[in-house]
């Protein structure tokens, strides 16, 4: 992408200068300012998408070994999945289609470990793991560590890690001259402790590339998580960058997709537009990575929401 200077349009052609104005001495000519790009012209550009997904671990998901609680895992024999197997599948495919290297950080928060409480820990054994399958496997391997779940319901360090993760991975896309925006995909079953502690790490973490998609899990009541949605930026600081989801109320996979990437492509143009970033000349990203959605069928949202 380009920055500072003369800005171009996503054709690369120079805007042309506004007609002088007629005047003794001529004044300055005035550039006109590019058409604002559309999400699909970053992708084309060479934007890299950057996939993040942190996992609760908290006790507000109740006891693991308990069948009802959305960490239960089901016999073998049954082939069924608990709500976050759902989820991370689901949502992990949905989000997963972007990103560029397909290997995504899958971080856990809300669990004891020799007796202190982590508020962001990294799930698997490697700091990235692979496809969706990864995130599962990671996910599932949790459980198979001393573990205590525990208190309180804490997003800030997992926002503030993945914050970082974005600023390295733009780094490193600059290098290469690209772009890279980077979605964390939060999975919980509880309302956060500290509203407004979230929130200010959320305007704080809104100057980087990232936006943050929140999945509630299980029954519980999200009421305490409406504050997520209405952001307000004509009285609050920084952009919107997040989006809260409740699971349990999608009953088709197309509702869900629509769901989720509902304030996305709007999050990363306004991020990049106001900044004066345009988009990269076309890289030749397949318009077939951004599939238009076939009609759900019974088939396709039993394999994704069982």
Known sequence: ????????????????????????????????????????????????ISLAVAIDFTASNGDP???????????PASREWNDYEKAIFAVGSILAKYDA?????????????????????????EIEVEGVQGIMDAYRGVFRTPL??????????????????ARHEQEVAHDEGKLSYTILLILTAGNVEDVQETKQHLIDAS????????????EADFSGMEFLDSFDTATEDGRDITKFVRF??????????????DEIPDQLVDYYYDRGILPGQ?????????????????ERTFTFLG
């Open 148 to 165: 205590t779940m525990s208190y309180p319901t804490k997003f800030t360090e997992v926002i503030s890690t993945a914050a970082a993760y």
């Open 1 to 48: 992408g380009k920055s500072g200077g003369e800005k171009t349009k996503p054709n690369g052609k120079k805007p042309l200068p506004e007609e002088k104005r007629p005047s003794e001495t001529a004044a300055p000519t005035h550039v006109l300012a590019p058409a604002k790009p559309e999400f699909i012209d970053y992708l084309t550009g060479g934007c890299q």
């Open 101 to 125: 290297d397909q290997r995504f950080p899958v971080w856990g928060f809300g669990a004891k470990y020799n007796n202190v409480v982590r508020h962001c820990f990294q799930c698997g054994n």
């Open 248 to 261: 349990n109320d999608y009953k088709s996979y197309n509702a869900l997709t629509e769901a989720v990437l």
């Open 282 to 298: 076309d890289e030749g990203f397949s318009q077939d990575q951004v599939e238009i959605q076939p009609a759900d069928d019974d």
């Open 207 to 218: 100057n980087d590339p990232l936006s943050v998609v929140i999945v509630g899990i299980g």
């Open 65 to 75: 070994r308990q069948e009802g609680t959305p960490h239960y895992f089901h016999p």
